[in-house]
């Protein structure tokens, strides 16, 4: 079993600035392909970003190409998601998920685990 902790979230003006931490425990994930997904209220949850397990592949989703950044440090078994230049419309609970796999994929389907998710507000 993983255990998947999201922090960073918050309230930030458009054009500002938030990293997002995902701390998991319970089994080693340095092989874990690892996503971001958000859900913003009355829409369904949507594909963020996917790093493969060293950290040498990312995907983004169009939306947040060249304002996010995804990384991990698997020695903290830690994955972060950075985020730049926020728009309003990036407002939404972010969750980290664990896929037991090396392989990255952007189906939230293939995802094993799951955070319990953190808010992230951006205020025009």
């Known amino acids: 079993q993983v255990q998947l902790v999201e922090s960073g979230g918050g309230l930030v003006q458009t054009g500002g600035s938030l990293r997002l931490s995902c701390a998991a425990s319970g089994r080693i994930v340095s092989s874990y392909a690892m996503g971001w997904f958000r859900q913003a209220p009355g829409k369904e949850r949507e594909f963020v970003a996917a790093i493969g397990w060293s950290g040498g592949s990312t995907f983004y989703a169009d939306s947040v190409k060249g304002r996010f950044t995804a990384n991990r440090d698997n020695a903290k078994m830690t994955v972060y998601l950075q985020m730049n230049s926020l728009k309003p419309e990036d407002t939404a609970v972010y969750y980290c998920?664990?896929?037991?796999?090396?392989?990255?994929?952007?189906?939230?389907?293939?995802?094993?685990?799951w955070g319990q998710g953190t808010q992230v507000t951006v205020s025009s």
């Open positions: 998920a664990a896929r037991n796999s090396r392989v990255v994929v952007t189906d939230a389907k293939n995802y094993d685990y």
